[in-house]
């Protein structure tokens, strides 16, 4: 009976053009518009194999154990001391992104604590927040004048105010308003700011280490989450916090304490592949100037490497992108519920080994669709 009953979901999915289906295998000559490798690093990967065979031999594929009891803490540690080499604070490893913001945000969840979260955080911090029975109240995108009146109406109550953003936000691909967040916390002792960089990190700043970098404020959010798995071509995230923040996510993030932890391999590869992409300012620059470039001809804003392009239905998403995919183009539509109804779009998402020729015949076609 289940498994009628599921068939009968799925057929009410597909008939709304949201039944999804794990994507095959790219063909080689494709263009890659929808992938996170937003430097190359993952395209490139093999230009470094030898490196990382002859550097890190011993790195095992397996941790067999969660970090606080396994034994196999040698390249966790040395990824660990990079990243706070880097951001100058400490730093410590998750298993992923998802792991970090629903670990973290529990962690969080101290008595008398009300989270503010902008309305288009990712899922992960959503569920984070609903796992734990957070209070928590979501401000309109980006609208820090409804922001300060949610803390103005409904935080006097609270001893702790942790607000939730995004430095890039994964849909929209604009960019969260630092400077008047830091003066909203500098008037308030009671804000705890809390940034997910995980579209940030690789593409902004000196070193890549996003825009909390770029805007100089890094030592003013008190958590920041970073991802390995986009820019940074590997897997895990890490946040980077407090002395204090670090040893109390030891004790109380779930996702940490229980989870089997990232295989050092992997943290290797990923101190590698950070190595490589603290020195990639020409990529960055390049990168810039391609959505730059991009945005002027699409006739819309582009904050970032990633460039909505809206179809309001999900029917046309599907469409277009197969008339894409026929076109040598790989760009995947975005359907609810990760996008609210009527936002069904095109998620074009660039990196720094694209030309403006690989992007002209996207242009063409998009223009002839329109």
């Not at 949610?150 to 630092?178: C, N, Q, W």
């Not at 940490?256 to 020195?279: D, G, Q, V």
Request: glycine share 6%.
């Amino acid at each position: 009976m289940l498994d009628t009953e599921l068939d009968i979901l799925l057929s009410e999915l597909a008939t709304e053009s949201r039944c999804r289906t794990i994507p095959a295998q790219g063909r080689p000559d494709m263009t890659d518009l929808c992938s996170n490798d937003y430097l190359g690093l993952g395209q490139r990967s093999e230009e470094w194999r030898d490196e990382f065979l002859c550097r890190f031999p011993d790195a095992s594929m397996t941790s067999s154990a969660s970090r606080l009891l396994s034994r196999r803490q040698y390249h966790h540690a040395l990824l660990e001391d990079k990243l706070e080499e880097l951001y100058r604070r400490p730093a410590l490893v998750f298993n992923s992104g998802y792991h970090a913001n629903v670990g973290c945000i529990g962690a969080l969840n101290l008595p008398s604590t009300l989270f503010v979260a902008d309305k288009l955080i990712h899922a992960s911090a959503i569920d984070g927040l609903r796992t734990c029975g957070a209070n928590f109240i979501r401000f309109r995108h980006n609208d820090t004048e409804h922001l300060e009146r949610i803390i103005a109406t409904k935080g006097s109550d609270f001893r702790h105010i942790v607000i939730i953003v995004e430095s890039v936000y994964s849909m929209d691909g604009d960019l969260a308003p630092l400077d008047a967040l830091i003066k909203l916390k500098r008037k308030d002792d009671r804000i705890v700011l809390y940034v997910d960089e995980a579209h940030g990190v690789g593409v902004f700043g000196e070193h890549g280490l996003g825009l909390c970098e770029q805007t100089n404020c890094i030592k003013d959010i008190n958590l920041i989450v970073g991802t390995a798995g986009k820019a940074l071509a590997s897997m895990g995230a890490y946040t980077i916090c407090s002395t204090s923040m670090k040893r109390w996510l030891l004790n109380s993030a779930r996702p940490f304490i229980f989870s089997t932890a990232l295989p050092p391999a992997c943290c290797a590869w990923t101190l590698l592949m950070l190595e490589k992409m603290t020195t990639m300012h020409t990529e960055r620059e390049h990168l810039q100037h391609l959505w730059q470039w991009l945005g002027n001809r699409l006739n819309r804003p582009a904050y970032s490497q990633i460039i909505p392009y809206l179809t309001g239905d999900a029917a046309k998403a599907l469409t277009l992108a197969d008339h894409l995919h026929t076109a040598g183009l790989d760009v995947l539509p975005i359907r609810r519920p990760t996008v609210p109804p009527g936002g069904e779009r095109l998620r074009i998402s660039l990196n720094a080994l694209l030309t403006e020729s690989d992007l002209k015949p996207f242009i063409t076609i998009l223009n002839s669709y329109q």
